[in-house]
Every structure is written in C-alpha cells, then in structure tokens.
C-alpha cells in the first residue's frame, strides 16, 4: 500500500477583529487578530478531478475563522485557538493536521506582535 503523500494550503495573513483578553481595556472594543493557517491535506484526488469537492475550500475556512472570532468572546488566545482548529478538523474531513498561528499586534505596545502557534492532528 502506497502512502498518501501530504502537502499544504494555507491561508496567510487572516486579519479579524475580535473582544479577547484578560484587561478591561481589552475587552471594551474589538481589537485586531492576524491568522496564518497551515493545513496539511493529500490533493491528488483534486488534482486529477479539479473538483473543489475533492479538497479544502480556502475561502470558506476564511469566511467560517472569521465568523467563529467575531462570534467569540474568549478571554485567552489559547482557547479561541483550540475552538478553530476543532471546527477545521470536524468540518473539513480532508484535512489531516494544521497549524495555526496567530497574532495580537495591540496587546503588548512595545513589541511589534505577540501570539501563539498551535499544531492539531486529526485522531486516527
């Protein structure tokens, strides 16, 4: 049996606005998020159909993270995070792991950005 062979799409540069963190001042009004979004899957099925059915619709993971943050109102990245990679890995089956990354430009004025980068799997 030949093993699948992996490759990526990603969603680079995701610019959200969202209520997170721990201050009242973070809380008072929506600040900016910027998500970078690697998700490894096998194309060759697509590929060879070019049917969108066959693969990851980008677009559609877009529009469904920003819905999810700007429905959100986590108070730490850590846990919006997990909700996204749980809603990418249950709604888009042939995605077999991600990483996400994510950026918090205003949450810390001396530094240009801080953030987070998690890696899921799906379970086998």
Not at 37 to 46: F, Q, S, T, V, Y
Request: proline share 4%; with cysteine.
């Amino acid at each position: 049996m030949s093993k699948l062979l992996m490759d990526t799409i990603f969603i680079q540069g995701l610019h959200t606005q969202a209520i997170i963190g721990i201050y009242d001042w973070e809380r008072a009004q929506p600040q900016p998020l910027i998500f970078d979004i690697d998700m490894r899957l096998a194309i060759a099925k697509a590929a060879q159909s070019d049917a969108i059915s066959d693969t990851v619709d980008y677009k559609q993971v877009a529009d469904e993270v920003i819905e999810l943050v700007n429905q959100s109102r986590f108070e730490l990245l850590e846990s919006l995070c997990e909700a996204i990679c749980a809603h990418i890995l249950a709604h888009h089956l042939p995605v077999q792991s991600l990483r996400l990354r994510v950026s918090k430009p205003q949450a810390v004025p001396q530094a240009t950005t801080v953030g987070l980068i998690i890696k899921r799997h799906r379970a086998a």
